[in-house]
């Protein structure tokens, strides 16, 4: 059975840094595309990067500038390095990736900004 399971969530202060890892238990060149989201308590689940087959990328608007996606295909992971963390970006964020038209998604870890 596919899995995809995150790591690397924690505390880190306003303006600090973190680095998220999505780890499949099979090939992600089998997922098309793969994808990071994050949810706060009481509020929708949002899309925050998107990473392509091709290696392109697309992001929400508020994560502009500090978050960047990236894939490792030799290692199977998806990473997500964010960087100037601000407290509206505490969520747990939730690794996704669309497989043979099955949606896939990894059980969470939380992200909390705070000083």
């Known amino acids: 059975q596919v899995q995809l399971v995150e790591s690397g969530g924690g505390l880190v202060q306003p303006g600090g840094s973190l680095r998220l890892s999505c780890a499949a238990s099979?090939?992600?060149?089998?997922?098309?595309?793969m994808a990071w989201y994050r949810q706060e308590p009481g509020k929708q689940r949002e899309l925050v990067a998107t990473?392509?087959?091709?290696?392109?990328?697309n992001y929400a608007d508020s994560v502009k500038g500090r978050f960047t996606i990236s894939r490792d295909n030799a290692k199977n992971t998806v990473y997500l390095q964010m960087s100037s963390l601000k407290p509206e970006d505490t969520a747990v964020y939730f690794c996704?990736?669309?497989?043979?038209?099955?949606?896939?998604w990894g059980q969470g870890t939380q992200v909390t900004v705070s000083s």
């Open positions: 990473i392509a087959l091709s290696g392109s990328t």
């Open positions: 996704y990736g669309l497989r043979f038209g099955v949606d896939y």
């Open positions: 099979g090939s992600i060149l089998s997922f098309y595309p």
